[in-house]
């Protein structure tokens, strides 16, 4: 079965730091430059970091600085450490590969940052 499973989310106070994981069955993971997604309630879903097969990152300008993607293809996993997260950062968390059509959306894990 093709799936995503997120985790790692909770709720901190601004300035804290979260680790995500998403854990990706199949082959596409391996074949995928890969990406972490936020949606917050009344916006649209946005693209908050990706990484290639090879290992090469890029983030959006909300994030640099302050978020890290990472990949461990052994274990078709892609991490987001988050650090100095913000009220702003309040979202559902997602996985996908980075067309956002690799996979079937799964549920997310919710960040909440209170301030």
């Known amino acids: 079965q093709v799936q995503l499973v997120e985790s790692g989310g909770g709720l901190v106070q601004a300035g804290g730091s979260l680790r995500l994981s998403c854990v990706a069955s199949g082959s596409i993971f391996s074949l995928n430059t890969m990406g972490w997604y936020r949606q917050a309630p009344g916006k649209q879903r946005e693209l908050v970091a990706d990484?290639?097969?090879?290992?090469?990152?890029n983030y959006a300008d909300s994030v640099k600085g302050r978020f890290t993607i990472s990949r461990d293809n052994a274990k078709n996993t892609v991490y987001l450490q988050m650090n100095s997260l913000k009220a702003e950062d309040t979202a559902v968390y997602l996985c996908?590969?980075?067309?956002?059509?690799?996979?079937?959306w799964g549920q997310g894990t919710q960040v909440t940052v209170s301030s």
């Open positions: 990484i290639t097969i090879a290992g090469r990152t």
């Open positions: 996908n590969t980075k067309s956002g059509l690799g996979y079937p």
